[in-house]
Nanobody, 117 residues
Framework: QVQLVESGGGLVQAGGSLRLSCAASGRTFRTYAINWFRQAPGKEREFVAV????????YYADSVKGRFTISRDNAKNTVYLQMNSLKPEDTAVYLC??????????WGQGTQVTVSS
């Protein structure tokens, strides 16, 4: 069983940066790809980024490409989301999820990111 805990959210001005962490328990963490999603009030959950189990491959939503970077440290059972040049439209609850064979299996509770204009 894998449990995920997100942290690092907060309030930041437009143009600022935050680094989110997704810390996992469980020995099998390194066997999963990890996704970041976000959900703003009144909107559907939106894919942000994904990193492969080894960390060799990443993919981003067009809305964050060039501004966000996903990375992982399997020795620390942690995935990171570095967010730069933040915009008010990035305001949302950010969640991480494990993925295997196309299915999202474990989810964290989320961390709030608020970007002021």
């Amino acid at each position: 069983q894998v449990q995920l805990v997100e942290s690092g959210g907060g309030l930041v001005q437009a143009g600022g940066s935050l680094r989110l962490s997704c810390a996992a328990s469980g020995r099998t963490f390194r066997t999963y790809a990890i996704n970041w999603f976000r959900q703003a009030p009144g909107k559907e959950r939106e894919f942000v980024a994904v990193i492969s189990s080894s960390g060799d491959s990443t993919y981003y939503a067009d809305s964050v490409k060039g501004r966000f970077t996903i990375s992982r440290d399997n020795a620390k059972n942690t995935v990171y989301l570095q967010m730069n040049s933040l915009k008010p439209e990035d305001t949302a609850v950010y969640l991480c999820a494990t993925q295997r064979e196309g299915k999202y299996i474990h989810w964290g509770q989320g961390t709030q990111v608020t970007v002021s204009s």
